[in-house]
């Protein structure tokens, strides 16, 4: 028998909206993947490797060319001092974030994180019998945003983990520096360690930066920063991530990581290190394709009738259904393929208290141009059965 802890946690929305629109043949803009492939020379480089016979196990921390291409990026991109050797290639951020907390946490301490969250922020509390203290995000103007008040009373005496996600998904928010710093505030003060997900780091938009927790003063002791290589170059089926952070904290979470996956994507490793380094102009236009893709969903949900919340990151877009005459996010999302050939995820299973997102919707436009058109045209017809 499954033990208590785990019960809420036996199957993902994203593995049960995939199938649902596979079995109705729906668009799928549930799951957040990409339908094109990522850089030419990643995937040439990769085959390469297969072919030039490097197929058995990495190194336990990952390929030294892997950990000095993210130490490099970080600081180019951010200037931030990274040794190599604290940096620890990990089967996706998935894996660095449950190791983390795997690591860090005894049965009874607190995790404080923000809610809606990725859905494997719960399970991995769970498995580690942490207790979870969520802090909403609730719609605020155009996006969405904490209470700082209701942050600070999430922290308490058994408060040993923060974790992060900026940008945000599902809501697409991404933390400002005063917000963040706030939270290093706080997790100093009650001698937390931060755990910063931040996999969407090149997917902001409209000119935002992106702050990573490490740079604000005081940080770097106390945050592991996360990130993976599959948003940035489109490669979600690799699961190639890493972490870094001070060599004490790193080397707990290797502890943990190394009895659950080991090592994986030998032949992805090295070539991911050298995506690492493509040009500027790769990024910025990354960000200017899906800020474009943004726009086209947005507009075409706008038209839909759906209410729709401003993106500042991420590839998802949440939209309130209410307008359309629905009340319940989850009950909309399981009709809807049927209804007019679309999946979508309701954003109440993403969080502890589902009454904070009952009506709202993620969809994600990381697909092309033709798809979303597509999509947007199926969804009008919502607009006219409401009248």
Not at 17 to 23: F, G, N, T
Not at 149 to 175: I, K, M, Y
């Amino acid at each position: 028998m499954l033990v208590e802890r785990m019960r809420a946690h036996t199957s993902t929305i994203f593995a049960e909206m995939s199938a649902l629109a596979l079995r109705t043949g729906a668009i799928n803009l549930g799951q957040g993947f990409p339908d094109t492939d990522g850089p030419a020379s990643l995937l040439s480089d990769a085959a390469a490797n297969i072919q030039a016979g490097i197929n058995q196990y990495p190194p336990g921390i990952g390929v030294p060319e892997l950990r000095a291409a993210v130490a490099e990026h970080q600081r180019r991109f951010y200037d931030l001092d990274v040794d190599p050797d604290t940096v620890l290639v990990t089967t996706g951020a998935t894996e660095a974030i449950a190791s983390a907390v795997l690591a860090l946490c005894e049965a009874g301490d607190e995790v404080v994180t923000f809610q809606p969250y990725y859905d494997s922020y719960a399970a991995t509390i769970a498995l580690a019998n942490a207790v979870i203290r969520p802090v909403p995000l609730r719609p605020s103007g155009l996006g969405f945003a904490f209470d700082p008040d209701e942050l600070r009373a999430a922290f308490s005496a058994r408060t040993r983990v923060v974790l992060v996600n900026t940008p945000h998904n599902p809501t697409g928010t991404v933390f400002d520096r005063e917000q963040l710093t706030l939270i290093g505030e706080l997790a100093a003060e009650h001698d937390a360690v931060v755990v910063t997900d931040e996999v969407y780091e090149h997917m902001i938009y409209d000119g935002r930066p992106h702050v990573p927790m490490a740079t604000l003063p005081g940080m770097d002791e106390r945050t592991l920063t996360i990130s993976s290589a599959g948003k940035t170059f489109s490669v979600t089926g690799w699961k190639v991530g890493w972490v870094h952070g001070p060599g004490e904290l790193v080397s707990a979470v290797r502890a943990a990581k190394q009895f659950l996956t080991y090592v994986s994507g030998a032949p992805f490793q090295p070539a991911i290190a050298a995506a690492l380094g493509l040009p500027d102009s790769f990024y910025s236009q990354l960000a200017g394709d899906l800020q474009r893709k943004r726009d086209l969903l947005s507009g075409g949900l706008r038209e839909a009738g759906f209410t729709v919340f401003d993106t500042a990151g991420t590839y998802f877009v949440v939209t309130d259904v209410t307008p359309l005459g629905f009340t319940d996010g989850a009950e909309f999302c399981w009709s809807l393929p049927e209804r007019v050939g679309v999946a979508a995820v309701p954003v109440s299973v993403f969080c502890a208290d589902p009454e904070l997102g009952r009506s709202l919707v993620r969809f994600a436009f990381c697909k092309r141009d033709e798809v979303l058109t597509e999509a947007a045209a199926r969804l009008v017809a919502l607009r006219a059965a409401a009248g």
